[in-house]
């Protein structure tokens, strides 16, 4: 069973074509292969001879098409299966007359058009109109001429049932693998994009958002009223931070930097955000935290870096930091505009980038606020 499907769903399209395609051509073949095989007995049964033989032709003309999608030759399968029913609707309709339903596989062709083929959008209606034309001839043709053969009754039913059955299974085949390629498509899209924007909102080295994702988040969070409690905000910078890398390089200083990176997104995710500002700062948000509180955290966090041994090839490496902190004034309900919220930003993110080198240039490894 499993080397039966293996072989059903063979991959193989071709130039320029998805496996879609293929699929459809193939399984529909299939379909009209099993279809044509139930004719084929209906017709032994009545003794229709002349049916028989072109079911069984018809029948042929189906398994020739199946083989050609195993032979990158969609196009030329495509033409052999729509030409097999054209012929197939042509015949039943002038033998047997309109109420057998065989007309109804102009739907087919006509879906087969839109979500099989890649002509452009002028084809597909070229395509559709030529269908259209078919249909209005059979019924022009049964308008005007009797069939060939009568059918009785029950005969009728069995033929518009076995056509109808099969003319349902052929559009949802159809349908089915039009819309499960296209939903495919747009959740790959979907992923892509999600993970485009993720990797333009975080640094490469670190995976701290960056700039742009904190100054959106600063403002979204203002803007949308989350704030109850203020915010602080806090610049830090790695102390000597040049020395590493030009003496143990900057495999050394990369290493450092992602493990303060782990550490900062393990103790703000309570708080609020860590962001890789540039180089070797950092910018620290902290929700609904008044300065007191901020300062306060910050130096559970100070503590947690001057005591932390960073391995990197058989060495310990330990670094200090020096933080600038201060408060952000929010405006007033009047005044939240996105201008007015992004000043408020570049103000607080200022000052405390000023108390930063206010506490450089006091011998560093502290906090100013």
């Known amino acids: 069973m499993d080397n039966f ?15 879609r395609v293929s699929y459809m051509i193939r399984f529909n073949a299939l379909l009209m292969c099993f279809y044509f095989m139930c004719w084929m007995s209906v017709f032994t049964f009545y003794r229709m001879s002349v049916a028989i033989i072109i079911s ?11 083989e050609m999608t195993y032979q990158k030759r969609n196009g030329p399968a495509r033409i052999v299966f729509a030409a097999v029913l054209c012929a197939w609707m042509a015949y039943f309709v002038a033998w047997w007359g309109w109420e057998c339903g065989v007309q109804h596989f102009v739907f087919v062709l006509i879906t087969l058009a839109f979500a099989g083929t890649y002509v452009s959008d002028f084809g597909k209606i070229l395509l559709s109109i030529g269908v259209f034309i078919l249909r209005m001839l059979l019924y022009i043709w049964h308008m005007s001429h009797e069939p060939v053969e009568h059918l009785a009754r029950t005969v009728s039913i069995i033929f518009q049932m076995i056509n109808i059955i ?3 299974v052929s559009i949802v085949i159809i349908l089915f693998l039009f819309t499960h390629d296209k939903m495919e498509t747009e959740a790959k899209l979907a992923r892509y994009n999600a993970k485009l924007m993720d990797q333009a ?12 994702k904190a100054l959106a988040y600063l403002s979204e969070m203002i803007l949308g009223g989350e704030i109850t409690r203020g915010v602080s905000v806090a610049i830090g910078d790695i102390d000597y931070f040049k020395k590493i890398n030009d ?3 900057h495999d050394a200083g990369d290493a450092v930097l992602r493990f303060l990176a782990s550490t ?41 870096i001057r ?5 990197w090839n058989d060495l310990d490496l330990q670094v200090t930091m020096t933080f600038g902190v201060t408060d952000m004034e929010i405006p007033m309900d009047a005044d939240l505009t996105p201008q007015a919220v992004q000043a408020s930003i570049d103000e607080a993110i200022t000052f405390a980038d000023k ?10 490894n502290m906090i100013i606020m």
């Open 5 to 19: 499907i293996d072989v059903l769903v063979k991959d193989v399209t071709g130039e320029n074509e998805g496996r």
């Open 56 to 66: 069984a032709m018809a029948l042929v003309a189906n398994m020739v098409a199946v």
């Open 166 to 168: 099969t003319i349902f």
């Open 201 to 212: 909102g975080h640094d490469h080295l670190t995976r701290l958002p960056n700039r742009t």
């Open 247 to 249: 003496t143990y390089g």
């Open 264 to 304: 900062f997104s393990s103790f703000m995710k309570d708080h609020g955000m860590a962001v890789r500002w540039g180089g070797e700062e950092f910018l620290f948000i902290f929700k609904n935290e008044n300065l007191d509180d901020a300062a306060y955290l910050l130096n559970k966090l100070l503590d947690k």
């Open 307 to 311: 005591f932390s041994h960073i391995e």
């Open 355 to 364: 108390k930063l080198y206010m506490g450089k240039a006091k011998g560093r």
